[in-house]
């Protein structure tokens, strides 16, 4: 697991792996975030 010790740097210079995995973090990341939002939400809403 040592690609989490290399620098954060533009995904075009790692390989082609190495971007997937990146997209995929992202994506999770994003994920996550519009869930917790929707949960924010839907408990605003059901307070009303």
């Known amino acids: 697991m040592?690609?989490?010790?290399?620098?954060?740097?533009?995904?075009?210079i790692y390989p082609s792996n190495y971007t997937i995995l990146y997209?995929?973090?992202?994506n999770v990341k994003l994920f996550?975030?519009?869930k917790e939002i929707g949960k924010e939400k839907a408990e605003?809403?059901?307070n009303l």
Do not use: A, D
């Open 32 to 34: 996550r975030t519009t």
């Open 44 to 46: 605003s809403i059901s």
């Open 2 to 12: 040592n690609f989490i010790e290399k620098p954060i740097s533009p995904p075009n």
């Open 23 to 26: 997209q995929i973090l992202l």
